[in-house]
């Protein structure tokens, strides 16, 4: 018997290497570019990569006299094309060890902070769907922002379509969002120490904290 009927990954960090922070930053001044705007502060813009909230694009949209939903959602389709390419080019790609993750005996899902665009994109470009019954990224605009993790929003979500009791789901990520919002979930968690998280210290504690994804499919398998 498996120790777990459900585990759930994050993408980022966990199937793919994250994004490129100054990739990000990019796609936000090409948003600007878009609307005419070219003395966009570089500070700010890193603002919109690092703490997207809706106060913030309010703020800088209102030094720029341009409507806020204008910038975001400029900003979303840049992110969402520099990211594709990173991909098709091969400067961003997947773990080694997501070969474990068919494995697992349990349904497995993903849920990322992510667009919804880019993990779909991802599961496909990657032959990685297959692997999962279900998966949520955010839908874009300001309004969704605050469904990110570590609001446990999109986890729900997938755990009402694996029709898991929570006492029997696994979470697995590579950020202290991510635990918090398994927490806030009632599931279990596992913290993925991957290398550009060397450094980082949780003020929350992981049910578990591993070293890649062959030791979630043991956990997860009881095994």
């Not at 949209?61 to 520099?82: C, G, I, L, Y």
């Not at 590579?174 to 450094?199: M, T």
């Not at 949780?202 to 062959?214: C, G, M, N, R």
Request: glycine share 6%; aromatic share 8%.
């Amino acid at each position: 018997m498996s120790e777990y009927d459900a585990v759930v990954f994050d993408s980022d960090g966990i199937l793919v290497a994250p994004p490129r922070h100054d990739a990000q930053v990019a796609a936000a001044r090409a948003a600007f570019d878009d609307l005419g705007i070219e003395d966009v502060d570089r500070e700010a813009l890193a603002g919109l990569v690092t703490d997207p909230s809706a106060d913030r694009i309010g703020d800088l949209a209102a030094t720029h006299d341009v409507d806020p939903e204008a910038v975001w959602n400029a900003r979303e389709r840049h992110d969402e094309r520099f990211q594709e390419r990173a991909f098709e080019d091969g400067s961003r790609t997947t773990y080694d060890d997501v070969s474990a993750i068919a494995d697992i005996a349990g349904t497995r899902g993903v849920v990322s902070n992510n667009h919804h665009a880019t993990i779909e994109f991802v599961l496909d470009f990657f032959d990685l769907e297959h692997l999962f019954e279900t998966y949520y990224g955010r839908e874009n605009g300001i309004g969704n922002l605050a469904r990110r993790k570590p609001n446990p929003h999109y986890i729900e979500r997938a755990l009402a379509d694996l029709d898991a009791a929570d006492d029997r789901v696994l979470y697995v990520g590579d950020s202290e969002s991510d635990v918090v919002a398994a927490d806030r979930a009632a599931v279990d968690s596992a913290f993925v120490r991957r290398p550009h998280r060397e450094g980082l210290d949780l003020s929350v504690s992981p049910t578990y904290e591993v070293a890649d994804l062959h030791a979630v499919r043991r956990i997860a398998n009881g095994s």
